[in-house]
């Protein structure tokens, strides 16, 4: 199967999204026995490739319907317990579609037979979703597009430019004081002189 390439980059698809677990067997029960991935791959490693640093780990990957995977690092010595606190959606989130939304309900059914609180469906006018948690304080939602899915992509992408010009201005004052300005105008500096 080929992927269609549709942007000017020619990147054609996700291969994998990676995040650090508290646990992989945890883990694994989440996304294999209640979301029905296919944990297709477990590599232990005693060091990072490409820097060499003495770490040992383990990197599992589940796999979904479309080839491409979400992955996890299983890192006890450097994992902060912190870390695994529930996390605003803002911050991180998973979203694998379902086939269509008789799907994503069975989905909902499925994962509340495992004991997992599931919520939803959230209207989301090109999507509809339901929300959990995984175990590592990750949420993960489960989508499907609405019949307006694309008109809706199509109207917001034509109008990009012009809201984020306007939410850049609206905002730049209130995101110089927080994180100041140097860190705001990145764009084609050496990483070399980059700071933060």
């Not at 942007?7 to 067997?25: I, M, P, Q, Y």
């Not at 379902?98 to 309900?105: G, N, S, T």
């Not at 939410?167 to 209130?174: I, K, M, S, V, Y």
Request: aromatic share 10%; hydrophobic share 40%.
């Amino acid at each position: 199967m080929t992927t269609p390439i549709t942007t000017e980059s020619g990147l054609r698809s996700l291969h994998h999204a990676a995040f650090r677990c508290r646990d992989a067997e945890q883990t694994r029960w989440f996304y294999e026995d209640v979301l029905g991935m296919k944990a297709s791959a477990g590599i232990v490693l005693d060091e990072v490739p490409g820097t060499n640093d003495p770490v040992p780990y383990m990197h599992i990957f589940f796999e979904m319907g479309d080839t491409n995977f979400v992955a996890f690092f299983d890192a006890p010595s450097t994992a902060d317990p912190a870390w695994f606190k529930r996390k605003d959606s803002f911050d991180m989130h998973i979203a694998i579609q379902a086939r269509d939304e008789a799907h994503m309900l069975e989905m909902q059914q499925r994962i509340r037979s495992h004991g997992v609180s599931c919520l939803g469906p959230v209207e989301h006018h090109f999507v509809r979703s339901v929300y959990m948690y995984d175990p590592n304080g990750i949420q993960v939602e489960i989508t499907t597009r609405t019949a307006d899915h694309d008109r809706i992509l199509a109207e917001e992408g034509a109008a990009l430019p012009q809201v984020l010009k306007a939410w850049t201005a609206q905002t730049r004052a209130e995101k110089e004081a927080k994180f100041g300005a140097e860190v705001l105008d990145r764009r084609g500096k050496p990483q070399s002189e980059l700071k933060g």
